[in-house]
């Protein structure tokens, strides 16, 4: 996976066999791409790379990533559960997701047309990070391991996915990676899991 910022402008993100391939994802969003990164840079955000994408940052803390599909491209809000959404342009990443947190975009012409809105909502949660303001966590009574707990904190996606599974979905991870005697074990499975996760599914789930 990529580690430096240009890479994914002009190769992708290195996730998949695609990859510095002309039928990469960012290939046929570029256009649209470079003006969420304009958009980005231009508001004052400290850009570099989390999870092979491109994250904006502001007083320490992820503001936004942005992605590319085979079918749309987005820009995805870290932390939107106090997004207040005035324009409606927030939608859920999925059906687990509970709290709509990404701007879709299907045409490359679009970020410039939304670009008063997208520069509103990313003042918005800059704002949140200046001030320090979070949503409240929600309570659990599960004891997760420490290599969950750490995957979580590290990716907001995955961490949002999570907090939407049901009560016994989640003891499902949860008993399988306490199942393993090894930290690296554990890891691994969390990696492996983490599509499924995304998905809604418990560990035995098709």
Known sequence: ???????FFTKGCGRCARFATPDCSTRQW??????????????????????????YMHAERNIALI???????????M?????????????????NTKHPGIIRFTG????????????????????YAETGITAPKEETD?????????????DPELA?????????????YVINLNGAKQAETRIARIAKFRERILAGKGVNER
């Not at 990164?37 to 999870?51: A, N, P």
């Not at 932390?79 to 059906?95: C, I, S, T, V, Y």
């Not at 599960?142 to 590290?154: C, G, M, R, V």
Request: proline letters at 7%; hydrophobic letters at 40%.
């Open 1 to 7: 996976m990529i580690t430096d910022v240009e890479d």
């Open 30 to 55: 570029i256009d649209g791409l470079m003006d969420l990164r304009r958009i980005c840079v231009d508001m004052g955000l400290v850009e570099t790379v989390k999870w092979a994408h491109p994250c």
């Open 67 to 77: 992605a590319a599909f085979r079918d749309d491209f987005r820009l995805s809000f």
């Open 79 to 95: 932390n939107p559960a106090r997004m207040k959404d005035p324009e409606g342009a927030l939608e859920k990443n999925g059906p």
């Open 108 to 127: 490359n012409d679009q970020p410039a047309t939304m670009e008063p809105v997208i520069r509103a909502y990313l003042k918005e949660a800059m704002t």
């Open 142 to 154: 599960l004891d997760l391991p420490a290599e969950l707990l750490d995957a979580l904190d590290a």
């Open 160 to 172: 949002e996915a999570f907090q939407t599974l049901t009560p016994g979905r989640q003891r499902s």
